[in-house]
């Protein structure tokens, strides 16, 4: 199922490196074309020589070529390789370069390629059981996940340290079968699709240093667009101010006002195939923009008041626009959630929409899990557990990806 693929495998110092040769071999035996890279903690313990030998080609390791060595013309091969390549596999990953990567370091050929290439990334990380719980291991994965990196878990079992947990690089057929998934398309049913993913907060200007917005920290958009990606669809990401890294192959659009979100999504929705409006688009912004800073009343204490107008309704502007577009809203209630949200369904013309209530322990802004109901067009609600944004954005897109089959 592999055959002809350009798959790079990054060998990183971890005591698991031993096994890649058989690696190595079975995806060969699979038909792939495989370059193997190694970090020089790597070579400790498992020969370049026999990766050499397995893989048929010339182990890469160096950035810089000993000043020695005769002009090669191969001073961009970092770069070169990361456009060849149709998948990358870090196996095993240590944590020193599961930080490394999460945090876009290019220090080694591995890391340098890696930030340059293009293609899918898989990382798969083994080591010590306590390595692989210390927070920041744990928080470098997730950052590695939101950036749109696909990780394998470990195993848990006996590890090298005698110890027993999570931290084994699982079974070499199970790593296989996992490639062979994101290349051969089973888990990118959204292939050929363009969805319009909007995120965050917006900022509505009161003075030139001051803004009325709201607490939304784009983590539900961002996972999103992360995982339409993932699954193949061309995604465009409007974002509202956020401090978020952008999920790989996807486009970003920084916007700042919900008067910009709209201009933008007007301006690029008629050739998508979905939208879905997670941004927390301010309801109101402030009725006149002071051109200088309102100073403080330093007559005493009349405050001051602020009047507000109604923002345009993104989702309701464009429900009345659509033609054969998925459109998705979210619904942030606090009361009479059900009702609230299936009024807005109908009233938008939405094919689903999604409940939270930021009350529930879990849920809504600033948080990585949320808890969330999800209401499609036959009205019946599907309440789900408590779960990672990233897992509720693939429900929320397993909801909407047999409608979008049926488009154009
Ligand atoms: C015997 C031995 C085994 C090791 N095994 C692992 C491992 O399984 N996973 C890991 O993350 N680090 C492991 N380390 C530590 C890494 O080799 C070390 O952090 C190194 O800097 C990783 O470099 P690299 O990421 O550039 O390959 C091991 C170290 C030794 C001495």
């Known amino acids: 199922m592999l055959r002809g693929k350009h798959i790079i495998l990054g060998v990183t110092g971890g005591i698991a490196a031993y096994k890649t040769p058989w690696l190595v071999r079975d995806l060969i035996r699979e038909g792939a074309d495989v370059q193997v890279v190694m970090t020089r903690s790597a070579t400790q313990f498992v020969t370049p020589l026999t990766l050499s030998t397995v893989s048929k080609r010339e182990v890469l390791m160096d950035l810089f070529p000993p000043s020695t060595e005769e002009p090669t013309g191969r001073w961009t091969e970092h770069i070169d390789l990361a456009l060849w390549a149709e998948l990358l596999l870090v196996a095993p990953a240590s944590a020193n370069t599961v930080a490394k990567i999460a945090h876009g370091l290019a220090d080694n050929f591995l890391t340098t390629l890696i930030l340059a290439a293009r293609c899918p990334l898989v990382v798969s990380p083994a080591m010590d059981v306590d390595m692989y719980r210390n927070e920041v291991t744990q928080a470098n994965l997730v950052a590695l996940k939101e950036a749109g990196c696909h990780i394998i878990e470990p195993e848990s079992g006996e590890l090298a340290s005698g110890l027993k947990g999570p931290g084994r690089l699982p079974e070499l057929a199970r790593l296989i079968e996992f490639l062979e998934k994101i290349l051969t398309g089973s888990t990118r049913d959204l292939a050929g699709k363009k969805i319009l993913v909007t995120a965050g907060p917006t900022f509505e200007p009161i ?12 983590r539900m958009g961002f996972a999103l667009a992360n995982a339409a ?11 509202g101010p956020v401090s978020l890294a952008t999920p790989r192959q996807t486009t970003r659009i920084d916007v700042r006002t919900a008067a910009e979100m709209m201009a933008a999504v007007d301006r690029l929705f008629p050739e998508q195939d979905a939208l879905i409006m997670s941004a927390a688009v301010a309801d109101y912004a402030p009725a006149t923009i002071a051109e200088q800073k309102i100073k403080r009343d330093r007559s005493g204490s009349s405050g001051l008041s602020i009047s507000l107008k109604s923002n345009p309704d993104i989702l309701k502007a464009l429900g009345s626009k659509k033609t054969n577009q998925v459109l998705v809203g979210f619904a942030l209630e606090t009361e009479n959630g059900l009702e609230n949200a299936r009024k807005k369904l109908s009233e938008k013309n939405l094919d689903a929409i999604v409940l939270n209530d930021p009350g529930v322990e ?5 948080t990585a899990t949320n808890v969330v109901t999800i209401i499609g067009r036959s009205g019946s609600p599907r309440t789900l557990p408590k779960m990672s944004k990233f897992d509720v954005a693939n429900e929320i897109l397993n909801e909407i990806a047999p409608i979008l089959k049926s488009v154009r």
């Open 362 to 366: 879990g849920a809504g802004f600033e």
């Open 207 to 218: 003075d030139p240093v001051r803004f009325v917005g709201n607490r939304s920290s784009g």
């Open 229 to 239: 990606s993932q699954r193949g669809a061309e995604v465009t990401l409007v974002s």
